[in-house]
């Protein structure tokens, strides 16, 4: 028998089956974990942050809407946490009005990365992600590490999917030069 | 402790305190009920929108500043000049409220802000305008002068007078110009040159609703532009 998908454990649990939501947990746990990792990169308190997003994602749960998908759905509480952690530290704040948000950009359409270049990129990001400002660092993280497509990360973090183009490019050619600087690239 | 024990217990954390009832999903209630209450808020937001869209057309159509630019570059100043911008300035903090709560949809947030911005505002300005021709504002616009708080909003921008713009009403004919009687009851004479610009033609006949943009000195106005007021 098939796994049930993220999308049918969700209306289980809206439909007062709190078990259920154990399952999404640890399905979810290491990628959000992952993911916060990589971007507040810190080691510590990770792991009170993840429960506090699964803590919001349950009391939130009977705003999701089962016709969407769910990874986009805790992949945004999570953001929105993590940003909030790093506005209460001080670390790099987050603008308030991005141009990048408001104006239109041409962008080359997403097109799937050969094997060799994503595992190249994947090695590259992990070498120069603590230098990459949160707003190239976020959507670089989620396209090479998450593997969300442009749409996803639209929906995650709320900012056209031009705009998401546009931050992979800019923050791919920062990592490049960050990694010339430190003689890491062949 | 290994890392599926580590798992195992921030989830086993979790579904423990939501056991315990230290956790609690909010009911679909509650969220139908704030979605409510953001779109009823949209609503009002939109409302006041029109709402200040329309006494600004209201404004320009009555003092005549909106013919001005046809009048030049003199009436181009003169219309930027006197523009209403306290109203605009709200209007402007409406929009923004406006597209905070259109943001959150996927329809606007997946496209560049831009859009949506240029969209609403072209909305709202249409939608004004045709509401501000059914003649509602200037109804409006009279009955609430006498409001108790409010009424002094009104009543500034329903007595509004832009600069160097004359309302009136053509009361003789003579060469090279008129002589009006202006919404005060003054008796103004208006010479033409050959800067005047007449968009709706030159030939006045006495009884003629017009506006003459002009520099008034004493009681004589040089005419930059007259323009026939429509009924």
Redesign the interface.
């Known amino acids: 028998m098939a796994e049930p998908t993220d999308e049918e454990i969700a209306v289980r649990?809206?439909r007062g089956d709190?078990?259920a939501?154990?399952d999404l947990?640890?399905r979810y746990?290491?990628k959000i974990t992952r993911f916060g990792r990589k971007f507040l990169s810190v080691d510590e308190d990770i792991?009170d942050m993840?429960?506090e997003i699964?803590?919001k994602a349950?009391?939130?749960?009977?705003?999701f809407d089962p016709r969407q998908r769910f990874s986009p759905w805790i992949y945004r509480i999570a953001h929105n946490h993590f940003v909030d952690a790093l506005k209460e530290k001080g670390r790099e704040p987050i603008s308030f009005f991005d141009l990048d948000?408001?104006?239109?950009?041409i962008v080359a359409r997403e097109t799937p990365d050969g094997h060799v270049d994503r595992e190249e990129l994947k090695r590259m990001l992990d070498l120069s992600l603590n230098e990459l400002g949160p707003k190239y660092r976020e959507p670089l993280i989620l396209h090479y590490f998450e593997d969300f497509g442009y749409?996803e990360i639209?929906?995650i973090l709320?900012?056209?999917?031009?705009?998401v183009g546009v931050r992979l490019q800019r923050g791919r050619t920062m990592m490049r030069r960050i990694l010339e600087k430190a003689g890491q690239t062949k | 402790m290994s890392?599926e024990e580590?798992?195992k217990s921030?989830?086993?954390?979790?579904?423990a305190?939501?056991?315990e009832g230290r956790?609690?999903?909010?009911?679909?209630r509650?969220?139908k009920l704030r979605t409510a209450l953001k779109a009823a808020g949209a609503v009002v937001a939109a409302l006041v929108l029109l709402h200040l869209v329309g006494v600004i057309h209201s404004t320009l159509y009555r003092n005549g500043l909106i013919y001005a630019p046809q009048f030049g570059l003199h009436g181009w100043l003169a219309f930027f000049g006197g523009l209403p911008f306290v109203i605009i300035a709200l209007s402007t903090i409406f929009i923004v409220i406006l597209l905070m709560y259109l943001?959150?949809h996927?329809l606007v947030?997946?496209?560049?802000?831009?859009?949506s911005?240029v969209v609403l505002v072209l909305v709202t300005l249409v939608v004004g305008h045709m509401i501000s021709r059914t003649g509602f504002h200037a109804r409006l616009l009279h009955h609430a002068a006498g409001a108790p708080v409010l009424g002094r909003f009104y009543r500034h921008y329903l007595e509004h007078r832009a600069n160097n713009m004359h309302r009136g009403v053509v009361t003789e004919k003579n060469d090279g110009g008129f002589v009006m009687k202006n919404d005060g009851g003054e008796i103004l004479t208006v010479s033409f040159g050959s800067e005047t610009h007449f968009p709706d033609g030159d030939k006045f006949e006495t009884g003629d609703e017009i506006f003459v943009f002009g520099k008034r000195d004493g009681d004589t106005v040089r005419a930059f532009g007259v323009h026939k007021i429509d009924n």
Do not use: C, W
């Open positions: 649990v809206q709190d078990q939501f154990g947990m640890r746990e290491r792991e993840v429960q699964f803590v349950f009391t939130n749960i009977q705003s948000v408001f104006l239109p950009h749409k639209s929906d709320r900012i056209p999917v031009s705009t | 890392i580590k798992e921030t989830a086993d954390k979790v579904l305190s939501i056991a956790v609690k999903r909010l009911s679909g509650y969220f943001k959150r996927r947030y997946r496209r560049p802000l831009l859009y911005t």
